[in-house]
Structure formats: C-alpha cells, structure tokens
C-alpha cells in the first residue's frame, strides 16, 4: 500500500506538469517495482542510472531499499530522492541523498508528547521488527527519549517482518501489565498484533511510527486499532487551498483521498522541478543537487520545506 501510493502521487503530479500549458519541462517518467526486496532496489536503480539516464530518481520507496541502493545513486552522483524514509542515517549516506518524509526523530517525540500529556504514563512494553533498518532505527529513538522521559522500559520484544505469530511476545508483555505497549513496524504486522492484543484483553493504548500512518492498518485491524497513536505530517482536513486541491484532484483520479505517501510522493515531483527550474538545467546531475540542497521555504501539500 505505501508503494501504490506514492506511485498514484507521482503520476498524478506528472499528470499536471505535463499537461499545464505553461510548463517548460516535460517528465518522461519511468516507473520500476522494488518489491520491498533490497536487490531488486539495487537493481532498478542501476537500471535508472545507466539505462534510462534518468536526471533524478525518486525513491526507493521505505528505508531499508534506501540504504542498499541510495549508495549506488551517490557513487554514480545522481540525486535520490526519498518520500517515505524516516530511519536515522538515510541522509547520511551521501551528499545526493534527499527526502522529504519526516524522519523518525522529528514524528516519534510529538507522539509520545502529546501521548503522555493526555495518559501520563509510567512505562512501556516495546515490540520492534528487528530485520527491518527503519524500525531498529525507529527502536532506538523510542528508547533513548523513554530514557530521558525517565519513563521505565519494562520489556522489549522482536519479531521479524512477515511474521504472522506474536502469542509468545504478547503473553510476555502481558505478564508484565506495561500502562503503555509501543509497536514498530509495518501496517501488515501491526495490525495482526493490534488484533491479537485485544484478542488476549490487553486494551492498552498502542503507539506506533510511521509504518502505521497508511490507512490500510485501520482497514486491516478494524477495531483493534483503536486507541493508537502516531503522528503523521499530512492531514487531508488542513485548511488550504493547495492542500483541498489536491484532495479534490487525487480523488477524482484514484476514487479515494490521498493517504500521507501519496502526498509526500507528490510534493516529491513538484520539489524535484523546482530544483530543475532553480538549476536553470534539465541535464545537469551537480545542479540539480545543489538546487535541491538550496530549497528554502518551499510550500507543498504536507507544509513548508526546507
């Protein structure tokens, strides 16, 4: 879903571009799926650099696909552009590494802020996929502000993404009664332990990152993801206009509101021409960089950037 998504984002925004009389840049898009699966990220993007001689790319998709394949994009000096890679260390990777997504550090601290302010808890029960760079990542920051909060952690369990049993790490969390549980992962498996949860009677509030912010996790887990908090930089009720236009625009398109990667992945094409238009240069690998680099209070569907 994160995936079909941001893919519905681009080419609506190509879609646009394209069409706009006044645009003096047309984009020939090519679209490849990674699958989720590191090779095949490694592979796409080779393909978009020494194939398709692409100007940009955008993606890979999540974090773990940036960290095998954004290296190869800064080796080749070519920009990619991430629009759902929140993990610490992407933009670490390299000077021709960007996103947009609000990295974890930024989205978990507003979480459990405004959590604690209306539950005040004591302690937490954490549960993070420990084959999965974002959530290991996302983990750490979890336990370091814990930490400061001097909030205790009471026990910590790991699973593995497609994991589909969690009875043995829930009966252990269960045993220990935390006021709070805190969940890692992806919408897939955190709806199957949101279900489970409340399956056993654990009816603690439930918070999670940003693999919780698509909307397939309430479709998936019904009920059981009520009283779950996390905090996502896109909200289809913002007030403005550019905000609304998109909504109207996004649901005449696909027949559904834009979820957050679907906005993010838009303002990700719009971010990428401005640069092209500031660079003066539709050719220009260092240009576009530097331009993008430059980007000072640029206002898109999820807010203002820099």
Same mark, same amino acid.
């Given at each position: 879903?994160?995936?079909?998504?941001? !893919?519905?984002? +681009?080419?609506?925004?190509?879609?646009?571009?394209?069409?706009?009389?006044?645009?003096?840049?047309?984009?020939?898009?090519?679209?490849?799926?990674?699958?989720? +699966?590191?090779?095949?990220?490694?592979?796409?993007?080779?393909?978009?650099?020494?194939?398709?001689?692409?100007?940009? %790319?955008?993606?890979?998709?999540?974090?773990?696909?940036?960290?095998?394949?954004?290296?190869?994009?800064?080796?080749?000096?070519?920009?990619?552009?991430?629009?759902?890679?929140?993990?610490?260390?992407?933009?670490? #990777?390299?000077?021709?590494?960007?996103?947009?997504?609000?990295?974890?550090?930024?989205?978990?601290?507003?979480?459990?802020?405004?959590?604690?302010?209306? #539950?005040?808890? !004591?302690?937490?029960?954490?549960?993070?996929?420990?084959?999965?760079?974002?959530?290991?990542?996302?983990?750490?920051?979890?336990?370091?502000?814990?930490?400061?909060?001097? %909030?205790?952690? %009471?026990?910590?369990?790991?699973?593995?993404?497609?994991?589909?049993?969690?009875?043995?790490?829930?009966?252990?969390?269960?045993?220990?009664?935390?006021?709070?549980?805190?969940?890692?992962?992806?919408?897939?498996?955190?709806?199957?332990? #949101?279900?489970?949860?409340?399956?056993?009677?654990?009816?603690?509030?439930?918070?999670?990152?940003?693999?919780?912010?698509?909307?397939? #996790?309430?479709?998936?887990?019904?009920?059981?993801?009520?009283?779950?908090? +996390?905090?996502?930089?896109?909200?289809?009720?913002?007030?403005?206009?550019?905000?609304?236009?998109?909504?109207?625009?996004?649901?005449?398109?696909?027949?559904?509101?834009?979820?957050?990667?679907?906005?993010?992945?838009?303002?990700?094409?719009?971010?990428?021409?401005?640069?092209?238009?500031?660079?003066?240069?539709?050719?220009?690998?260092?240009?576009?960089?530097?331009?993008?680099?430059?980007?000072?209070?640029?206002?898109? +569907?999820?807010?203002?950037?820099?």
């Amino acid at each position: 879903a994160y995936g079909q998504a941001m !893919k519905d984002g +681009v080419d609506l925004a190509v879609e646009e571009i394209n069409n706009n009389p006044n645009t003096k840049m047309k984009i020939d898009l090519k679209t490849y799926d990674t699958k989720l +699966v590191k090779a095949e990220a490694i592979n796409a993007v080779k393909k978009c650099i020494e194939q398709d001689k692409v100007l940009a %790319i955008e993606g890979p998709t999540l974090s773990g696909s940036m960290f095998a394949a954004g290296p190869i994009a800064q080796q080749s000096k070519v920009v990619a552009f991430g629009t759902g890679t929140t993990a610490p260390g992407i933009t670490d #990777l390299g000077d021709y590494i960007f996103r947009n997504a609000i990295p974890g550090k930024m989205a978990i601290p507003i979480t459990v802020k405004k959590a604690h302010d209306k #539950l005040g808890f !004591k302690n937490v029960a954490i549960m993070y996929s420990n084959n999965n760079d974002q959530m290991v990542g996302e983990h750490g920051i979890y336990e370091e502000l814990f930490k400061k909060m001097g %909030i205790d952690v %009471i026990d910590t369990e790991t699973f593995a993404d497609k994991d589909t049993d969690f009875s043995a790490q829930l009966t252990n969390i269960q045993t220990k009664n935390p006021d709070v549980i805190v969940v890692c992962s992806y919408y897939q498996e955190g709806s199957r332990i #949101l279900k489970k949860m409340r399956e056993m009677g654990m009816n603690q509030p439930v918070l999670g990152d940003n693999g919780f912010v698509s909307p397939e #996790l309430g479709r998936m887990a019904g009920s059981a993801a009520d009283n779950v908090y +996390v905090s996502s930089m896109w909200s289809a009720e913002r007030k403005d206009a550019k905000v609304q236009n998109f909504v109207d625009a996004y649901t005449k398109k696909y027949g559904h509101a834009p979820d957050q990667f679907a906005a993010s992945a838009y303002d990700g094409v719009y971010m990428a021409v401005d640069a092209m238009k500031r660079a003066g240069s539709t050719t220009d690998h260092k240009k576009i960089r530097d331009a993008l680099a430059q980007m000072k209070d640029f206002k898109g +569907v999820c807010g203002t950037f820099s």
